[in-house]
Every structure is written in C-alpha cells, then in structure tokens.
C-alpha cells in the first residue's frame, strides 16, 4: 500500500515536500518512483529511487529543483519541490516499481502499485 501527502497550494518560488509511505513490501523486491499528472495532460516522470535510497533517477524537466530521499529508519519516501512554477500544477503519485524493472523507472506503465496521489497547486 502507497500513500502520498502533502498537498498544497502555494505560490510560485515556495518549497513543499510530499512524502510516500509504503507499507506491505518486501525490501528487495521494489523500489519507488514520483509521478504528476497535470490537467488534461499524461503522466510525467518526476523521480525514482532505490528501495535502499542509494540509486536516483530524475526526470528531465527537474534541473536541480527538486530531491527525492528515503525517510531514515522509515519506509517513507520524499519529494522536496524547491523553486515551484504554476507549471508544477499537477496531481503527484508514487508508485512501486520491481527492481528487476528499474531501467524502466521512466515509464509509468511498468509500475505495479500506485498511491492515490497528491494535490500541488502553484499559483499567485
């Protein structure tokens, strides 16, 4: 089971950090990525990281605005948004990916579990 929180509306420069707590998987046998979809648009890759926190994959659009990590002790994963735009306008999900599929991390369809997603709203 994947939960996301951390919803927020905000305006544009603000930081928010969402976070994803996963519960009922095995260690080695996912790992865990970040999602958005924005309105009327498809899901776009956001971020992926290791069950363990050690390997990060980063969509191409982020440029050093946002960091995805892994909680200590916990099985909580985080996305800290620095810098927003209204274009980081979207409903924001994790999901859960098999390790065996991580060259695919890019690719929503390979994901197996998905949480039931965030609210981000920027705007002034």
């Known amino acids: 089971q994947l939960q996301a929180f951390g919803r927020g509306f905000v305006q544009p420069g603000s930081s928010l950090r969402l976070s994803c707590a996963a519960s009922g998987f095995t260690s080695d046998d996912y790992d865990i990525g970040w999602f958005r979809q924005a309105p009327g648009k498809g899901r776009q890759f956001v971020a992926a990281?290791?069950?363990?926190?050690?390997?990060?994959v980063y969509g191409y659009f982020v440029n050093g605005r946002f960091t995805i990590s892994k909680e200590t002790g916990k099985n909580t994963f985080l996305l800290q948004m620095n810098r927003l735009e209204p274009e980081d306008t979207a409903v924001y999900s994790c999901?859960?990916?098999?390790?065996?599929?991580?060259?695919?991390?890019?690719?929503?369809?390979?994901?197996?579990?998905w949480g039931q997603g965030t609210l981000v709203t920027v705007s002034s």
């Open positions: 999901a859960a990916i098999p390790t065996t599929k991580w060259r695919f991390v890019r690719y929503p369809e390979k994901y197996d579990y």
């Open positions: 990281i290791t069950w363990s926190g050690g390997t990060i």
